[in-house]
């Protein structure tokens, strides 16, 4: 949600795996997008989340990190 630009995401076949893909070769591979025209988002309702500033964050530097 506060990323911005496109990135993908990847899920094993038994479902037990997935996050972001940030680079990726093979062979044989089944790539699907969706396009969504709605989403619900469910937040956190604890006091430290609702307090959290994310505009003072810039998550995109620190993803491969995370990763």
């Not at 795996?17 to 619900?40: M, P, S, Y």
């Amino acid at each position: 949600i506060n990323i911005g630009g496109y990135h993908f995401h990847f899920l094993s076949q038994d479902q037990k795996q997935g996050g972001h893909l940030l680079a990726f070769e093979g062979d044989n591979l089944i790539v699907e997008v969706a396009e969504l025209k709605k989403f619900d988002l469910e937040i956190p309702q604890d006091p430290d989340f609702q307090k959290f500033d994310f505009s003072k964050r810039d998550p995109s530097r620190k993803i491969h990190k995370v990763e």
